[in-house]
């Protein structure tokens, strides 16, 4: 009898499920399971970034700089001019025969320049002051910027009288260069019809400077056009013999180059020689 209630025993304790039978272990020995992540697309090998700095925010652009040309390209406007068309020339600083020589043939060779441009300044023009030109506003815009030109390439000129004396000492003291710059020097003081650009301009500037105004214009053109062209060419004559006289001076040197000679005929329309 006892057998058969221990055999009933074992086989109740036999029919319990073994889910129930198992003993849960602490939750501190279970591994934990990460969390599900979501799929961000099929994966693809790329280099790591590079770390980029913090950008400070965006500052309004600025005016692209306006280009520099160099000093060399062009002769040096005098200290305080206020008008140049960039055929100035600066004084001479040098202290052999040799720099005095290439500063001649440079100072020679500008200066022509210098000439050349003022007259074809008014190739083909009338020759005349405007006719009833009674204020700025009667000259068209194309004559007001001829005026200002002519004012710059006047202020130009004067830098070589300026520059003339110093240069004077130390070329050679051959008495046929020293009569050839004393000549030139002569010319440019001489020389007094190229003033009117500066006149001129000036009353197209600020007209109210000026009293009379068509009065003033037409003294100051009509003086311009009736004398600065023989003017400039006596300078440039003067110019071009102060050189063939130091070719001659220095025979066993390198000659400077000789600019050729201007026409005798104004640049006016129709002009005749004076």
């Known amino acids: 009898m006892k057998h ?16 129930a039978a198992q003993k849960i272990p602490p939750a501190s020995t279970r591994p934990s399971t990460p969390a599900p992540s979501v ?11 590079t770390a980029t700095p913090a950008q400070a925010p965006a500052m309004p652009s600025a005016q692209p700089p306006v280009p520099v040309t160099p000093q060399s390209a062009q002769p040096s406007s005098p200290a305080g001019a206020t008008h140049s068309a960039g055929l100035a020339m600066p004084v001479y600083t040098g202290t052999s025969l040799g720099e005095a020589m290439v500063y001649t043939g440079r100072f020679v060779h500008l200066l022509d320049s210098t000439i050349v441009s003022l007259a074809g300044t008014f190739r083909n023009t009338s020759g005349q002051p405007v006719m009833g030109a009674s204020s700025p506003a009667t000259l068209s815009q ?39 710059v004393a000549q030139l020097d002569s010319a440019f003081g001489q020389s007094t019809a190229t003033a009117e650009c500066d006149n001129v301009s000036s009353m ?10 068509q009065d003033s214009y037409e003294t100051s ?3 311009f056009y009736r004398d ?34 201007l026409p005798q005929n104004p640049p006016f329309a129709g002009a005749m020689p004076n």
Request: charged letters at 20%; hydrophobic letters at 45%.
């Open 39 to 49: 799929p961000s697309g099929p994966k693809v090998l790329r280099p790591a970034p």
């Open 204 to 213: 197209i500037a600020a007209p109210d400077h000026f009293t009379a105004w």
């Open 4 to 19: 058969a209630v221990l055999l009933l025993s074992v086989l109740a304790a036999a029919a319990v499920t073994p889910v």
């Open 142 to 180: 194309r004559e007001r910027d001829r005026w200002s030109r002519c004012r710059d390439l006047y202020w130009d000129l004067t830098t070589y009288a300026t520059a003339l004396p110093t240069l004077r000492q130390a070329l050679p003291a051959s008495p046929d260069v020293q009569i050839r």
């Open 228 to 261: 600065f062209y023989p003017q400039v060419r006596r300078i440039d004559e003067a110019a071009r013999a102060l050189i063939f006289a130091l070719n001659a001076a220095q025979p066993a040197g390198r000659p400077l180059p000789m600019p050729p000679g």
């Open 221 to 223: 053109a009509r003086h």
